[in-house]
């Protein structure tokens, strides 16, 4: 698939069919994510694939802030990824100083760009992903052992094969986008 399609061509998915995802077919896309760029190489974002139903009913129930769509997404996905980012490493210096004013923020940064790399790597293998952003972050690392001292829950993914094809939501124009210093 060339870039220019895999970027155009991935949508937001947010209805999954019974098919499950094989762990091999998984540890492609997150191989393929893995060669997100980050901090000075730092590499601090990790992702847990949760199949496990159970898991998934119990952050669906008490950690998307009773956002219903999301419910919905995270007990109907096959797999539910959680990002994780380790603290005070990208964006610091080895004293635990922040090298910029903008401290945390090259965290979330980092974890952004692996996130958008692993759903393009999940379109490449023809898995629809949907970024979640509404969830409850405290209750989300409770349900999966994440200590917040040390680590942040980036994002939630929902990833599963679909049948839908929902055309892309419009995009503003280059115009308002862009603006050049010649
Ligand atoms: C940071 C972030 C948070 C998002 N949170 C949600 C969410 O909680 N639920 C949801 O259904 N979609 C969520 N989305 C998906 C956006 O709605 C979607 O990317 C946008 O409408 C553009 O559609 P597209 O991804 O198909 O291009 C989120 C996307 C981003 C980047």
């Not at 997100?36 to 669906?60: F, G, H, M, R």
């Not at 009773?66 to 004293?95: Q, S």
């Not at 100083?97 to 023809?126: E, M, R």
Request: proline residues 3%; neutral net charge.
């Amino acid at each position: 698939m060339k870039a220019i399609e895999c970027i155009r061509g991935r949508r937001s998915i947010r209805e999954y069919t019974d098919q499950d995802i094989s762990n091999e077919t998984l540890r492609q896309i997150i191989e393929t994510a893995s060669y997100a760029p980050s901090w000075k190489n730092t590499q601090t974002v990790s992702y847990i694939a949760i199949k496990n139903q159970d898991v998934k009913n119990s952050i669906a129930q008490n950690g998307v802030l009773g956002f219903t769509p999301n419910m919905h997404r995270v007990t109907e996905c096959n797999t539910l990824i959680a990002v994780i980012t380790r603290k005070g490493i990208c964006g610091y210096n080895t004293d635990g100083t922040p090298t910029t004013s903008k401290g945390a923020h090259w965290q979330s940064f980092d974890a952004g760009i692996a996130t958008q790399t692993l759903c393009l790597a999940a379109y490449t293998q023809n898995v629809g992903s949907v970024i979640l952003g509404i969830y409850d972050e405290k209750r989300v690392a409770e349900i999966l052992g994440i200590n917040l001292d040390t680590s942040e829950v980036a994002a939630l993914v929902a990833l599963g094969y679909t049948n839908a094809n929902p055309q892309a939501p419009k995009r503003k124009p280059v115009d308002e986008l862009l603006t050049v210093i010649e």
